[in-house]
């Protein structure tokens, strides 16, 4: 009896938190789908052409963007990983900013670097030269891989360093040639993130919208979301909005399935890293290695540094409003500080309690890891829009949404993070339970006790992480803030676009600068605490 | 007596609860309105009519704000009956029809509203013009000349140097099609074939490609006459200027509606006749840089705004051929500009 009770409780406690993030997903899918079925709907040819070329080109632009980024990521990462260079810390730091900008934030700073009057292009109109790759595909692809590149980099880094010693020594005795070692020691290990950071990119690229049309010239290169946000936002064609959602909720399945089948491997326990160090930061950049990080660096940086230098300019023309942007930060800071907060708290907690009930509960239900990984990709198929309007749409049968805007939103932020938190809390959730789960139960520890000086610090990394990529999220997100917030809530992504709107270009330039500062310095923080957790975990090793 | 302690906390819970329900029964009426984004921003026209209008009314306005006119046409259809704007600020005429489709507006027509000075005569019985203005293409005169027709600008703007709104979602885009259609009728499907080669590119909406053309990446773009106004009264440039063409222009007629469930719907009128005061107008027209539709607050604008030229010529639309075509339209224009 007791252990049906026992076996009871665990269930609710995993339902419980699971339903309510599957509720919010799967609520707008569900309503949309319901509604296709309405016999109401418009004579929209779901075939057109131009519609399956819009279906086609979506996919094309989000294959081609995780293809890079998965390349480009293996590359940097690597040499993040094994060489020493000067700028190296800075430019790991600035490699996860694009991360947290808004779409239009990104858009504007490719085209103030790469445009035609832009930075690069002054500079060769020195030599008379002039070369500008945006307003097509290409830059809708470039501005994708910018985004997600860093951030992938940074975790294929990571990935390298959990690699045991053992086998870099081994492949060094064997005198391993350079791909039999990447085959043999390094592919073993790095098969499953990539492929996750490959679904992830392309879960990213398939939900562009503010990107395609600013960077991609025109219908011509439009995609699923720009016909899902016009079909809701502006034509009120449910069915055939729900019709979108699906396709590319379905089609996304249907792109992850195989990837986890292919990148599924047997649990195997925690992998000692001890000495790992060695192999890390070992040697000077080679040549290839500095010209590849050259490149990463100048398209990483330029956009950036021209988004930095844009919102300085202004500062010095005559007609820039100092009050305007007081104005405009004085309110808009403090919402989008406690928006973020809250999405960063919700993201967490969720995805620490899911991941631990499936965690401990993988004994008893060997393939509930597997379902929930399943499920996280096939969350990833659902986008902002769909998901934003379709739980507004919801909602609005019950109450008003916006006046409860200021609990909303952070919960579908923290909603929208959530399945790219848990891919980063789960792995490291697993690694805890098999080394510490069954010690806890032995002992009698208090739950304080277990939580401030066994869960915590065992597992802060991946938590302070995925923290910091809902905090950043929230931050430059417009998409869900834009749809729920009405006129006296002000977040920073939202006052550039009513300065923009009111010919406050400068002004808006300058609040951007601010936002961009913001994610730098979440960053920055984020990184130099996790430095020091990891010396005083060395220390307590040692 | 000694209460006991679960006693202490439910009084204390009434009361708090209490408190907030006397709050919200005899708080002040709140009028909810909606309109566009750029309106109630601290440096659009809203917060000052906000102010202005709470003075007088002893009420609360309440701001939702959208993303342009098609996306309150959009919340208007999402809402339905339930819908819980009082007033709509920031559809034009050519989304009139749509509105009056869904079946939300209230007839006006027995108000009395006052006169209005526009351009061109529009439909009052359920809609409230506040402002107006007139679609033009904004150039950089360092970089290019002007064209005095739409022809000559099909015909001889360079390559790649127009910036335009995407007529699927925002409302300029769709001005510019109208445009075109009002211009040239069924054959403006093969004109949108001519300026394709012309745009650099279509942004989501006004912002953007303004934007855009500040950034010098186009030197022309879709944008208002009064855009020049305000780059001669704020930023005192004067390279940036708009093309008036001989052809005709199409007027851009934006007004407010009222919900006809609206629960404050004496005070919605009360609103629409504060928008047609001259501090009003006057306050709308040097913060959203259109003109005013009363003739005492047109001599009363700043000069540097009327020192901007009208069109000589203005183009029309029936709304109900707006309403009928406006679908193919759009596929016309997507279809033309995506192959």
Redesign the interface.
């Known amino acids: 009896m007791d252990e049906y009770f026992s076996q009871l409780k665990r269930l609710i406690l995993l339902f419980i938190p699971l339903s309510f993030v599957l509720g919010i997903f799967l609520g707008p899918i569900i309503y949309l789908g319901i509604a296709i079925s309405d016999e109401n709907i418009t004579a929209w040819d779901y075939s057109s052409p131009f519609i399956m070329r819009v279906i086609r080109f979506t996919f094309l632009q989000a294959f081609l963007s995780a293809f890079i980024t998965v390349s480009g990521a293996l590359l940097v990462g690597w040499y993040f990983f094994r060489y020493r260079f000067f700028g190296k810390n800075v430019l790991k730091i600035i490699s996860l900013i694009p991360y947290a900008l808004p779409t239009i934030v990104v858009g504007f700073s490719f085209i103030i670097a790469y445009g035609r009057s832009g930075y690069i292009n002054n500079f060769l109109a020195l030599f008379g030269q002039s070369w500008t790759f945006i307003y097509n595909q290409w830059a809708i692809i470039a501005a994708n891989v910018f985004f997600n590149l860093g951030i992938s980099a940074r975790g294929v880094e990571a990935n390298f360093a959990q690699i045991p010693t053992s086998l870099w020594a081994q492949a060094n005795i064997l005198n391993f040639s350079k791909w039999n070692t990447f085959c043999y020691v390094v592919w073993p290990y790095l098969r499953k993130p990539l492929f996750n950071y490959f679904l992830m990119t392309l879960s990213l690229s398939l939900s562009t919208f503010g990107l395609a049309l600013v960077l991609g010239g025109g219908p011509r290169f439009s995609t699923i979301e720009v016909a899902i946000y016009q079909a809701l936002r502006i034509d009120f064609d449910i069915a055939k909005a729900g019709y979108l959602a699906i396709i590319q909720f379905c089609l996304t399945i249907l792109i992850a399935l195989p990837i986890l089948i292919f990148s599924h491997q047997k649990y195997l326990g925690r992998v000692s890293t001890a000495g790992s160090s060695f192999y890390r930061d070992c040697q000077k950049l080679p040549l290839l290695g500095k010209f590849i990080l050259s490149l990463y660096a100048i398209f990483h940086v330029v956009p950036l540094i021209s988004l930095v230098w844009d919102g300085l300019s202004f500062l010095w023309v005559e007609s820039f409003d100092f009050l305007i942007v007081w104005q405009s930060l004085n309110k808009s800071i403090p919402t989008t500080l406690f928006i973020a907060v809250c999405s960063t708290v919700i993201t967490v907690a969720i995805s620490l309690l899911i991941s631990w009930q499936v965690c401990t509960n993988s004994n008893q239900w060997p393939r509930l890891v597997t379902m929930m990984k399943l499920l996280n990709d096939a969350l990833l198929g659902i986008s902002p829009v769909v998901l934003s309007l379709g739980f507004f749409i919801i909602f609005y049968t019950m109450s008003d949404p916006l006046s409860h805007a200021l609990w909303v939103i952070p919960i579908l932020h923290g909603m929208l993070a959530y399945p790219f938190a848990i891919r980063i809390i789960l792995p490291a959730m697993q690694d805890f339970v098999s080394a510490y789960h069954k010690q806890i139960a032995l002992f009698e520890f208090s739950f304080l006790k277990i939580v401030f000086e066994i869960f915590f610090p065992a597992i802060i990394r991946p938590i302070a992480i995925s923290g910091m990529l809902a905090f950043s999220f929230s931050l430059g997100d417009i998409s869900v803030v834009s749809i729920f917030s009405a006129a006296d809530l002000e977040t920073l992504p939202l006052a550039i676009y009513s300065l923009m709107g009111t010919y406050h270009y400068k002004e808006a330039a300058f609040v951007t600068l601010i936002l961009f500062l913001a994610s730098l310095a979440c960053f920055i923080a984020g990184e130099h605490w996790l430095r020091d957790r990891r010396k005083e975990c060395e220390i307590d090793r040692s | 007596m000694e209460f006991s302690l679960k006693f202490r906390i439910t009084c204390a819970i009434f009361f708090v609860f209490s408190g907030f329900w006397a709050k919200e029964s005899f708080s002040t009426p709140v009028l909810t309105v909606y309109?566009?984004?750029?309106f109630?921003?601290?440096?659009?026209a809203?917060d000052f009519l906000k102010q202005e209008f709470e003075k007088q009314c002893q009420c609360s306005v309440?701001?939702?704000?959208l993303?342009d006119g098609?996306?309150l046409?959009?919340q208007m259809?999402?809402?339905g009956k339930?819908l819980?704007a009082d007033v709509i600020m920031g559809l034009d005429t050519t989304l009139l029809d749509g509105a009056k489709a869904t079946g939300l507006l209230a007839n006006i027509s027995h108000e009395k509203l006052g006169e209005t000075d526009l351009p061109v005569p529009v439909e009052t019985d359920y809609f409230y013009p506040f402002d107006y203005g007139f679609y033009a293409f904004m150039y950089d005169s360092r970089k290019v000349k002007p064209f005095n027709t739409f022809d000559e600008l099909l015909e001889k703007a360079p390559p790649?140097s127009i910036i335009i709104e995407?007529a699927?979602?925002s409302t300029p885009g769709q001005g510019l099609l109208f445009w075109m259609y009002a211009r040239y009728g069924e054959k403006a499907n093969e004109y949108i074939a001519k300026l394709k080669p012309k745009?650099?590119?279509?942004?989501?909406g006004?912002?953007?490609a303004?934007?855009?053309f500040?950034?010098?990446?186009?030197p022309i773009v879709l944008s208002y006459t009064l855009?020049e106004g305000?780059h001669k009264m704020?930023?005192?440039v004067d390279h940036y200027r708009a093309m008036f063409f001989s052809d005709g222009h199409l007027v851009q007629i934006e007004g407010a509606v009222v919900n006809k469930h609206s629960l404050q719907y004496k005070l919605a009128i009360e609103w629409l006749k504060f928008l047609r005061t001259d501090k009003a107008q006057i306050h709308i027209a040097t913060?959203n840089?259109m003109y005013p539709v009363t003739s005492s607050a047109m001599k009363k604008i700043p000069e540097k705004l009327l020192e901007v030229a009208r069109p000589s010529k203005l183009l029309n639309l029936e709304q109900n051929t707006i309403l009928q075509n406006r679908a193919a339209w759009i596929?016309n224009?997507?279809?033309t500009?995506?192959?």
């Open positions: 309109v566009y984004s750029s109630t921003s601290k440096w659009g809203g309440r701001w939702v704000s993303t098609l996306g046409l959009g259809r999402l809402e339930n819980k790649k995407d699927r979602i745009i650099l590119t279509v942004t989501k006004w912002s953007e303004y934007g855009l500040l950034k010098g990446e186009a855009s305000y704020i930023e005192k913060r840089y596929n224009w997507t279809n500009l995506a192959n």
